[in-house]
């Protein structure tokens, strides 16, 4: 009986073991691709281009504002094409970042305002 008895655990044992050394199928889904575009100099109307990899561009278009804020407009372009995604506007003051999201890529731009 007491053979029995070690048997079952060891048996046990050897499943639980068993049993921790398979690898997860669980996946996790891709992770944002963070760029952080930095210092841009931006003049009141004039569109500059920035390049965010695998063919993608985004148009960032200013407005500087009389309160001294500006207001970053920006578009994106795939392989020279324009995409139909909206327009994105986020107001900020010149030396503080704005961030834009599109699809799976975020990024941030810190205007300076051209003298």
Known sequence: ?????SLVVLASV???LDSCSKHSSI?????TKDLD????EVS???PSRHDLGDGKVCIVTPTIQKENTVVLEVQFEKSG???SSPKQR???VPGRPATFFDGDI???ITPHIKQ
């Open 81 to 83: 094409k324009l995409l």
């Open 37 to 40: 575009l930095g210092v841009v």
């Open 90 to 92: 986020v107001q900020t």
């Open 14 to 16: 050897t499943l639980i």
């Open 1 to 5: 009986m007491k053979n029995h008895i």
């Open 106 to 108: 975020s990024f941030e």
């Open 44 to 46: 009141d109307g004039i």
């Open 27 to 31: 996946t996790t889904p891709a992770s």
